[in-house]
């Protein structure tokens, strides 16, 4: 049975140091939180395999530095969602502000509406799935991982980039520097579908492009 926590009734750095103390032999797996208010921080630093449902608008960094964690935001998210995850999802049903999943080393992060400026920034081995379209300069510097855009790319698509892949269905306003559009093979195509299953989002892998 899940948890229900009120922010309106309960402090946020409780409810963090309640979420962020939970160990492999804790029962509590499953916590439900309201009224979230579009807090900051929530829900950051988590190490252990708990489902958190967040029923609202967040603030900056939600999600932040997560391990193992489920998070999901039944809203919009702030900047810096999900930034720095190692492993465990991250998924929003609304929008994402700026540098959703920036510098994330694994892991999964899903915005299920659009993404804004630099997403997936300095990105480091993390898989990021938007639903919709990302502004500028997504996967600006990515090292590692991959980033699939169900909608458009904004200018300077993968400026920078080193070795992560980007996979767009929609239009690119334009590429960066260092990043050059590939052929699309059937083992990329494999890729396609297996991201758009594991973020739970329908779409026909033949649209994207590399």
Do not use: W
Not at 19 to 28: D, F, P, V
Not at 128 to 150: D, P, Y
């Amino acid at each position: 049975m899940a948890v229900t926590v009120d922010l309106a009734a309960t402090p946020l750095r409780d409810l963090n140091r309640r979420l962020q103390a939970i160990a492999g032999t804790s029962n509590e797996t499953e916590f439900h939180i309201v009224n979230p208010r579009g807090a900051h921080a929530l829900a950051v630093g988590l190490d252990a395999e708990v489902d958190v449902l967040i029923e609202g608008h967040v603030g900056y960094y939600c999600a932040g530095m997560n391990k193992q964690a489920a998070v999901r935001v039944a809203g919009n998210v702030g900047t810096g969602f999900a930034e720095n995850i190692m492993s465990g999802t991250a998924r929003c049903t609304g929008n994402a502000s700026q540098s959703a999943g920036a510098t994330g080393h694994g892991g999964l992060v899903v915005i299920e509406g659009d993404a804004s400026a630099r997403c997936g920034i300095s990105m480091k081995g993390v898989d990021i799935v938007v639903g919709g379209s990302v502004g500028h300069m997504a996967a600006f510097m990515g090292q590692a991982g991959r980033l699939l855009v169900r909608g458009d790319a904004g200018p300077y698509l993968g400026d920078s980039l080193y070795e992560a892949v980007i996979y767009v269905a929609g239009e690119v306003a334009s590429l960066g520097a260092d990043c050059v559009e590939k052929e699309m093979t059937e083992a990329h195509r494999a890729a396609v579908a297996a991201l758009l299953d594991a973020a739970g989002l329908e779409d026909d892998p033949a649209r994207y492009r590399r």
